[in-house]
């Protein structure tokens, strides 16, 4: 188990690292110089040397490099050229309304998709069967900025029943802001709900024709009995797993969504600092959730093995 | 039986909109590119038989021509994907446990790290937003996913007695991934090509809708319902439309990839998810 573990954090460090570098290489390669975009025509030299000091512009590649990696470990994402205050401080705000956002989204894509796909395994072949699955390939193909916008349209402008963008904030107290989240995470949970769904019923499916699931019927379980005291607890692993990865398409799905109902959240941020060419933002941010993609998958992978003792082999 | 009823819904599907594509080539109902502002906003009647838009264009000629955009950005992109990764799965296969197969492999997982479209976004913001710096981002993500599928199916192969004969006869490890694994792997790369090619109009669409995509004089289903965004509220059928086209494409593409896994390949069935 120890060897599996650290091999893993071998990989993992070895990915953030190539990941940063490819990061950090992408806006090496823009043109332009943040330092005279700031300043304006009439920059003296000097002054405009000092500012690109300032802002960890000068120095050799590798200097600018470390100095940016070295500060992120130490919390501090660099300041942003439009703004004029730190990254750090920036993600932060916006953090409050982005990482909530996933986690709900996350939350109602499992409660939706385990009675659904438990449902439909437990129905094969059956009218519900088929309708589940054939509601999964809607779900899968619908374009969840489109599903958001007709949301909006029924629920904000029709019946009224929501607002059509916008964040009312933490401050306005937790329901108030929990209800501005809700429309943009259901957007967000569905294509994720199918996909879940359909993992859930055949993965069940599949622990369902297991050699153990026909002695808990020979014992004489029903095939209710042992589908949920045997076949679901197994059935679950390919699941977590799907669920695990599912984090990064929410992160990125977020970034679109948030954009729909024009919630202040980091996607928004991501927007807004690529139209002002403010790249050191978008830099810091595409690292941050990157890096937190990563990690998450990192401790599924130890999850499942802790799971399933069979899986620290292929370490 | 079902197999064949997804095949044929999803084959017509996508067959509707090809057509719809080739056809805007030779002939739309109005040009996309006049613009007819004392036909505004106009909603769906027997001259726009889907309405018109905010420049009082007819948004079914700018639905055929968005097509046009939408398949040749996932055509391209499914295109890169394949010409890489197959390539290098099959290598990786070939030189099962080698350093180039371990090199391969790590690549693929680093890809694999990055959730696609943040990787899309930073691409098009820092080397412009356009059609091909889109196609070039979703294709990047298409490489590692063809790879895996390619290098794992080769092991099996590989193990197979005709290629022990061709081992034999003295075929090199090129000539037998040409000649032997290559065309015993085509089934799986067309129904993951579908796969692959519905999951690109979804990303085109997508990064058109944030403004990454296509560029104005180039009509895209993406930027349709992002133009549509502040004026549907008003006049649903301008987000509704361009919607429905992605959801109708994209759902023929997965139904037509489910039934031609059926049919090429009934054991992988149970296999695939």
């Not at chain 1, 998709?113 to 072949?125: D, E, H, L, T």
């Amino acid at each position: 188990m120890l060897r599996f573990v650290l091999g893993r954090l071998v990989s993992l460090t070895l990915s953030l690292f190539v990941a940063s570098v490819v990061i950090f290489l992408f806006v090496e390669v823009v043109p332009g110089d943040p330092a005279a975009y700031m300043l304006g025509l009439n920059a003296q030299e000097d002054t405009l040397e000092a500012l690109r000091e300032q802002l960890g512009l000068s120095g050799t590649l590798w200097e600018r490099y470390s100095s940016w990696i070295l500060g992120m470990l130490q919390g501090d994402f660099g300041t942003s050229y439009t703004y004029r205050t730190p990254v750090a401080e920036m993600i932060a705000d916006r953090m409050w309304i982005s990482l909530p956002l996933a986690l709900y989204a996350l939350a109602l894509s499992t409660l939706i998709a385990f009675p659904a796909g438990i449902w439909a395994a437990s129905k094969r072949g059956s009218l519900v069967d088929t309708g589940i699955m054939g509601l999964t390939q809607l779900g899968v193909a619908i374009p969840n900025f489109w599903f958001a916008m007709l949301m909006v349209l029924i629920f904000a402008i029709n019946l009224r029943w929501f607002s059509a963008g916008g964040f009312a904030g933490w401050e306005a107290g937790f329901w108030p802001a929990m209800k501005s989240l809700t429309l943009p995470a259901i957007a967000l949970a569905l294509p994720q709900a199918s996909i879940l769904a359909r993992v859930m019923r055949s993965s069940l499916l599949d622990t369902l024709g297991e050699d153990y699931i026909r002695t808990a019927r020979a014992k004489g379980l029903t095939r209710a009995q042992a589908l949920w005291r045997h076949a679901l607890r197994n059935a679950l692993i390919p699941v977590l797993t799907i669920i695990g990865l599912q984090f990064s398409f929410l992160i990125a799905g977020g970034i679109i969504i948030e954009n729909v109902f024009y919630l202040p959240g980091l996607g928004r941020m991501i927007f807004q600092s690529i139209a002002a060419r403010d790249l050191i933002v978008v830099e810091s941010v595409v690292m941050l959730l990157v890096f937190a993609v990563i990690l998450v998958n990192f401790a599924v992978d130890i999850a499942y093995a802790v799971v399933d003792p069979r899986l620290r082999v292929r370490a | 039986m079902r197999a064949s009823r997804n095949l044929w819904l999803g084959g017509l599907l996508t067959a509707v909109f090809s057509l719809a594509a080739v056809i805007s080539f030779a002939w739309v109902p109005y040009d996309v590119t006049k613009l007819d502002i004392g036909a505004k906003l106009l909603s769906p009647s027997w001259a726009h038989p889907l309405g018109t838009d905010h420049f009082g264009r007819d948004i079914l000629s700018m639905i055929m021509v968005g097509a046009r955009t939408s398949i040749a950005v996932a055509i391209v992109a499914v295109g890169i994907g394949m010409a890489l990764g197959v390539p290098l799965g099959l290598a990786a296969a070939a030189r099962k446990g080698s350093l180039l197969d371990e090199v391969i492999m790590r690549g693929n997982d680093l890809i694999f790290a990055f959730p696609s479209l943040l990787i899309a976004i930073m691409i098009t913001a820092v080397f412009g937003a356009s059609a091909v710096n889109a196609i070039i981002a979703i294709g990047i993500f298409n490489i590692p996913v063809f790879a895996r599928l390619v290098r794992g199916a080769a092991l099996s192969l590989w193990t197979r007695d005709f290629v022990l004969a061709a081992r034999v006869s003295g075929k090199g490890p090129v000539r037998i991934s040409a000649e032997h694994i290559l065309p015993n792997v085509t089934n799986l790369l067309i129904v993951q090509g579908t796969i692959q090619f519905s999951l690109g109009i979804l990303a085109e669409a997508a990064l058109s809708y944030v403004g990454l995509g296509a560029q104005p004089p180039l009509p895209s289903w993406g930027r349709m319902l992002a133009d549509a965004q502040t004026m549907f509220s008003f006049k649903p059928h301008l987000a509704i439309f361009p919607g429905l086209a992605i959801l109708l494409t994209v759902l023929g593409l997965n139904l037509m990839g489910d039934g031609l896994r059926d049919l090429l390949d009934p054991r992988l069935r149970r296999a695939q998810r």
